[in-house]
């Protein structure tokens, strides 16, 4: 059950304390972090796909669906040549996570035993910047993208993949081509 969206700065810790503004600003604004990357690139595919999800959820099989017929699934997987961290040099792009548990049974918490492929789609998310000055997370040209059915990822059968493994079965695209592609 999707949590309802909170309206900052509506809530204060204790009614009295910090917003939750206060909250996203100390907890969220390193953008390169991997697990905020992440998010972030979920965000960004809904937007750019003119999804209005109503909230996040961290433990759903899949990162979105798509409103069409078939209702299909995305994954959507970050990756970036800056971290948050210091680096004598950019990072290699790799997607990990490809394969999880699906969910069989919320209430009581049951999942299959045997990690799968969970979604239809696949969109792979690489900020290019490997400047750590000039990374900016909001300028779509830092971005590519690559989509690929489940079918071109599962061939594959492992639960990570190097960028130069994903460019052999699917194509970089900018921001603006997202939507067609998918």
Not at 81 to 87: C, E, F, I, M
Not at 155 to 161: A, D, R, Y
Request: glycine share 4%; aromatic share 12%.
């Amino acid at each position: 059950m999707p949590m309802p969206r909170l309206y900052p700065p509506e809530r204060r810790l204790d009614g009295r304390l910090g917003t939750t503004v206060d909250f996203w600003q100390w907890a969220f604004s390193d953008l390169r972090s991997n697990n905020v990357r992440g998010v972030l690139a979920e965000w960004i595919v809904a937007q750019l796909l003119g999804l209005s999800p109503e909230t996040r959820g961290s433990w759903d099989d899949f990162d979105l669906i798509l409103p069409d017929p078939d209702g299909r699934k995305i994954e959507v997987k970050a990756s970036a040549y800056v971290q948050a961290w210091p680096q004598k040099k950019p990072s290699i792009i790799q997607f990990t996570g490809l394969k999880g548990h699906r969910w069989i049974d919320h209430e009581q918490r049951r999942h299959t035993a045997e990690k799968t492929y969970n979604a239809d789609i696949y969109i792979f998310c690489v900020q290019t910047m490997e400047v750590p000055e000039s990374w900016d997370a909001f300028d779509l040209r830092q971005w590519d993208f690559y989509v690929a059915p489940r079918s071109d990822v599962a061939i594959k059968g492992t639960s990570s993949l190097r960028l130069s493994t994903v460019e052999s079965f699917a194509k970089r695209i900018s921001a603006d081509q997202l939507r067609r592609a998918v």
